[in-house]
């Protein structure tokens, strides 16, 4: 893996936003969802599950929960942290050097990890909404029964979900609203994703047509030759590199 190339880019720009994927994440062991040793398929064994993607469905959601909380106790128990790469983008996020970093995680690795201007596409487990009356919740008050795999409820009786997006749910309004409005950046860093999960992905895709872009990723992706610098590699080595060639540890 060649990173001078990344490394210049890098530091020639203090307006960078960031657009991450499941790839930041692997590391902290938080299996890829749709990999070959993926999520989706390991969970429609063990739970059960007439697919992998039924986890997140929000139709299957409320007809059984069981499911879902148990996958979430059980992603509890890996106790995940904070990659180098996360660190690394609070790191030049503190130093004025990226504007904002967008994901489509929900492991909450980004705000472990020190990033404060943050948008989840796909939502939060910080806060969560009554099925049954909207009634809203703080995490505080489900986070011991998701812990223990078990299905949280409302004081009315309803199941509380948190504001995770599921398949059959809209984005978050703020989706939308960077949507129509795009922060002003001198690149677009894109960092383990293969860019195949809309509409998520295509704010990414929108804002590479406005930037100088740079990806880099695990995996060829469909989007490549959009891309105006191309690297091939694992995460790890790539924050390892830069935490070298920027002079700090992280
Ligand atoms: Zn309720």
Known sequence: ?????????????????????????????IPDFRGENGLYRTVQKTYNLPSGETLFDIDY???DPRPFYRFTGD??????????????LARWEEEGRINLVITQNIDGLHQKGGTKHLLECHGTY????????????????YEATMIRGEVPHCSCGGVIKPDVVF???NLPDEFYRLWENPP?????????????VHPASDLALKLINRAPSLIVNRDA???????DTVIHGELEEFARTMEESFRFTL
Not at 78 to 85: G, I, K, M, N, S
Not at 186 to 193: A, E, N, R, V
């Open 1 to 29: 893996m060649d990173l001078n190339r990344a490394t210049e880019i890098i530091k020639n720009s203090d307006r960078i936003t960031v657009f991450t994927g499941a790839g930041i994440s692997t590391a902290s062991g």
């Open 61 to 63: 959601f409320d007809w």
């Open 75 to 88: 992603m509890y128990g890996l106790d995940p942290q904070p990659t180098r790469c996360h660190r690394l």
């Open 126 to 141: 910080d806060r969560g909404h009554c099925r049954a009356c909207g009634c809203e919740y703080g995490l505080d008050e």
């Open 167 to 169: 398949f059959g749910e």
């Open 184 to 196: 002003e950046s001198d690149l677009i860093l894109i960092l383990g994703t293969s860019l195949n």
């Open 221 to 227: 992706t469909d989007f490549d030759r959009f891309i």
